[in-house]
């Protein structure tokens, strides 16, 4: 796991406390990761049941995303997904918790939802394009690889995210 910024942590699954035991201190997790999600609600199709945890659950200082690694950038939906993450990164840093943001492998949805934290809530990257903020962030974590789908939908909602950061 990389520190992007004091308190906010990128990493994989295996860096999980779900997967990999606990982390020690007050720490936060973002799993954006659908199998976390399968395993904690108990589900075993590749489909969540419908309901309200569907596409989010939150279990005390674990918020758990049915985020899938997708090409289609209509599947990454801002206020169903993504807004949830931030908000809830917001929360947890208000409580002094370090945060991990995890996927799968730490290449495209975590490294992702950090960057966007990191310009539009923290203003520690340029907010005035994402290839701005991007080659900013690829200096703290040079593994991001984001999947064209996340891209894509990073791209098309950049100034909305920017908007929201500003009144957060």
Request: aromatic share 8%; proline share 7%.
């Amino acid at each position: 796991m990389i520190e992007v910024y004091p308190g906010i942590f990128v990493g994989r699954v295996g860096e999980c406390p779900l997967h990999s035991g606990s982390l020690a201190g007050n720490w936060a997790v973002v799993h954006a990761y659908p199998v976390c999600h399968r395993d904690t609600l108990g589900y075993t199709t590749l489909l969540a049941p419908d309901g309200p945890e569907q596409q989010v659950a939150r279990r005390e200082q674990h918020l758990l995303l049915n985020m899938r690694d997708t090409d289609n950038p209509g599947l990454y939906r801002k206020e169903a997904l993504i807004d949830p993450a931030l908000a809830f990164i917001d929360e947890m840093r208000a409580q002094e918790a370090n945060v991990l943001i995890h996927c799968e492998q730490g290449l495209s949805r975590s490294p992702s939802l950090a960057l966007l934290y990191l310009a539009t809530r923290l203003g520690a990257l340029p907010s005035a394009s994402l290839a701005a903020a991007e080659a900013q962030f690829r200096t703290l974590y040079p593994r991001y690889s984001p999947g064209y789908g996340i891209w894509a939908h990073m791209q098309q909602h950049w100034q909305a995210y920017c908007a929201d950061g500003k009144r957060a």
